[in-house]
DNA sequence: ACCGCGATGGTCT
DNA sequence: GACCATCGCGGTA
């Protein structure tokens, strides 16, 4: 393994993503480690998950629970299916488009949660694949890494039942966007004291 | 604040 | 037929 999966996901933080339109700041990701971490889709070389075997710096995009999509990013290297979930954002540009696609909620919520945030860039299944540091055109793309996004804190990720003990979801510290956190329905219980 | 649950559909066993 | 990498609402406190 050259550069691991953690590090690209915390290397997102700050960058911007583009969609349609609207842009925002990353402010909140997760790291999935492909065909090594159960809670990966691409644990499981399927259909699905095969973009994520594929080079990085493409798009994957999945529905979730029937009703809304999230925007991952495959980190590579080929043959890994390592990918790291976009959860929340900062909209920095097409505030006034992200508004008219999200419906009446507050500014800081517009791209907060991965669903929310595919639907404020307008991000659907038709953009599996994008190139995402192509330089021309419309479509979803990737801004240059930053210097010092600023405080990163980390915690176990949000909704999964398998592995639910790795904190792999990053998150910049003070960020209103941040998602709230839940765990899986399924996932054990979190002893807080002995 | 926390908790439960319904909507809705593809993917996988 | 079960299981979701979700979201927002409506209940109880």
Not at 12 to 27: K, W
């Amino acid at each position: 393994m050259t550069e691991d999966v953690e590090t690209e996901a915390r290397g997102l933080l700050g960058r911007t993503l583009t969609g349609h339109g609207v842009a925002v700041r990353i402010t909140e990701v997760e790291a999935y480690g492909g065909s090594a971490d159960p809670a990966s889709h691409a644990f499981t070389r399927t259909p699905r998950s095969e973009i994520m075997y594929g080079p990085a710096w493409r798009l994957y995009v999945y529905r979730s629970y029937g009703i809304h999509f999230c925007a991952n990013v495959v980190t590579g290297p080929t043959e890994q299916g390592a990918a790291v979930l976009v959860r929340a954002g900062e909209v920095v540009e097409g505030v006034d488009l992200a508004r008219a696609r999200r419906g009446p909620v507050p500014d800081h919520r517009l791209a907060s949660g991965p669903g929310n945030l595919a639907q404020a860039l307008g991000i659907t299944l038709d953009d599996l694949g994008t190139e995402l540091l192509a330089e021309d055109g419309e479509g979803v793309r990737l801004g240059p890494a930053v210097a010092d996004p600023g405080e990163i804190v980390a915690g176990p990720r949000v909704g999964v039942s398998k592995a639910a003990d790795v904190a792999w979801r990053f998150w910049l510290a003070g960020e209103p966007s941040v998602s709230a956190y839940r765990r899986s329905p399924r996932a054990p219980a979190i002893r807080l004291v002995d």
